[in-house]
């Protein structure tokens, strides 16, 4: 039996945190035990499920509820539990931006704390860090050549755009729910207080756990990404900067290595999505 509640007006305050909360007020820095997120379509809803998240209420179209096989059988794991299932018909949806994108069904779920970016890197040999990738359909593609081509965690400095951020688990296809990923952050509950980790500490931490750390960037050093030495790295950090203006010339001086991507027709450098993808492919191999 589900809990379905049926909405009629789009001002309804059940529709609060669907319509009308940001990205920022549900993410909750200053409180962040009562962060939350919004997952949405039906795949990436059951991969965030199947990672363990808790759902806090789920809002479906009417339409999808009675004649949509995927949304049936992620609405079977709520049945026998008090989670709201709120329903309305597309006239009133369609008042939510992107409602279309969202394949007639979102999910809002409460975030978990983060862990320790060290203790999630014990025992693995392929990460992946980013520095400062802020468009999340990025963030969210990255994640998604990460969880098929061999990537067991990524790492991300306090400037990258959140993971759980809609657009991001949406162009992840749910592999935000299935790598493996954290901050780069100081501990220290009092935000203003906290200590900057990246580059120079957290590099040497990762170094001192056996990393060798390669950063994508085209310099005059840069080695060839099947460099044979490269390869045969026992543990590495694959280092991927932002949009744009790429590493800092801090970080790049503090890694092992500066890595290219041979190209043809003179082109000089990728989109960091797809670079994501030719590093994640090529240094993936153990």
Not at 28 to 47: C, L, Y
Not at 48 to 75: C, F, I
Not at 221 to 245: C, F
Request: hydrophobic share 40%.
């Amino acid at each position: 039996m589900l809990n379905i509640i049926e909405i009629k007006d789009f001002n309804a305050p059940e529709l609060d945190v669907y319509a009308r909360l940001t990205e920022a007020q549900l993410l909750n820095k200053d409180h962040p035990e009562d962060g939350m997120f919004i997952a949405e379509s039906p795949k990436v809803i059951g991969r965030a499920l199947d990672a363990g998240y808790t759902p806090v209420s789920v809002l479906v179209e009417q339409r999808q509820l009675e004649e949509n096989d995927e949304t049936r059988q992620v609405l079977r794991r709520y049945e026998n539990t008090d989670i709201p299932i709120y329903t309305a018909d597309f006239d009133v949806l369609e008042k939510l931006t992107g409602f279309k994108l969202t394949r007639g069904m979102l999910c809002v779920m409460r975030r978990r704390p983060l862990q320790n970016y060290l203790e999630l890197c014990a025992g693995k040999s392929r990460i992946a860090i980013l520095e400062n990738v802020m468009n999340p359909t990025n963030v969210g593609a990255i994640f998604r050549s990460a969880a098929a081509l061999h990537m067991e965690a990524v790492l991300l400095t306090p400037g990258c755009s959140d993971p759980l951020y809609r657009r991001a688990s949406r162009v992840s296809m749910g592999t935000v729910f299935q790598v493996p990923w954290t901050s780069i952050q100081d501990e220290n509950e009092i935000r203003c207080q906290r200590e900057i980790l990246w580059p120079k500490q957290a590099i040497t931490e990762l170094k001192q756990m056996g990393y060798k750390t390669a950063a994508l960037a085209l310099t005059d050093d840069s080695v060839s990404i099947d460099d044979s030495n490269l390869m045969q790295e026992e543990k590495l950090a694959v280092i991927l900067g932002t949009e744009g203006d790429g590493l800092m010339q801090e970080t790049m001086e503090l890694c092992d290595y500066t890595v290219k991507i041979p190209m043809a027709q003179g082109v000089d450098s990728l989109n960091v999505a797809a670079a994501s993808a030719v590093a994640f492919w090529q240094l993936g191999k153990r």
